[in-house]
Structures are given as structure tokens and as C-alpha cells.
């Protein structure tokens, strides 16, 4: 399982690796090396061990379908936020975005990392 070895799998590395699986790629060590970022604190021996397995066709297409989804609900998120932006553009320099700011940064976090930051 690659959520054993890899701390984030929709970083870097895991999303190459996720990103070969859907596309059906046999993936070797000399590719793994390539999509892994040198950062990655995991083995290339151990995150070959946690992707070898049995990937069906229907496990390939259900990881696309949340793939896909996964990326319209980044770029709605992306177009919400540039939403907000605009709109609290007239308010800029006052104190609310400061509180804002802040609430922002606070909120994202607690979102992206629940309460391991």
C-alpha cells in the first residue's frame, strides 16, 4: 500500500506514481527512480514493495474516477479562492483582512492537514 511508505501520496512523487498506475504502466525501479523525488524519505525498494500487487482494470478505472474528481473539486477550490480574492480587493488595508488572513491560512491548514500541523 503506498500510503505506507509515502507520508503525502497526492505529493510530488505520489501523484507520478499514482499517475502511472492509472495509466496502466508497469512501473520498474529505474521509472520509480525517476518519479520519485529525492526528497522522499522511503526507499525506492520499499515503495516498489508497496505498489507490487494486483491493480485490475476496475481498481485502474475507480482510482480515475476519484482522480477525477479530486481534481474538479482543486480547481473549484482554486476558482472559489480567486473569487474571494476579488471580492475582498475593496477592503484591503483594513483590519477584517487581516482576520481574513489569518483565518485563512488557519482554516487551509486545519483542512489540508487536520490536526497534524
Request: charged share 30%; glycine share 8%.
Amino acid at each position: 500500500m503506498l500510503t505506507s511508505v509515502l507520508s503525502d501520496i497526492f505529493g510530488l512523487s505520489g501523484r507520478r506514481i499514482l499517475e502511472a498506475i492509472l495509466n496502466g504502466e508497469k512501473i520498474k525501479t529505474d521509472g520509480l527512480r525517476k518519479m520519485v523525488d529525492w526528497r522522499t524519505k522511503a526507499s525506492i525498494t520499499d515503495i516498489a514493495s508497496a505498489i507490487n500487487g494486483r491493480i485490475r482494470r476496475h481498481h485502474r478505472d475507480m482510482l480515475r474516477y476519484h482522480w477525477d474528481h479530486m481534481g474538479y473539486l482543486e480547481q473549484t477550490i482554486e476558482e472559489l479562492e480567486k473569487q474571494i480574492d476579488q471580492l475582498l480587493s475593496p477592503y484591503r488595508g483594513s483590519r477584517i483582512i487581516g482576520w481574513y488572513t489569518w483565518c485563512e491560512q488557519s482554516c487551509r491548514s486545519h483542512f489540508y492537514c487536520g490536526d497534524e500541523c
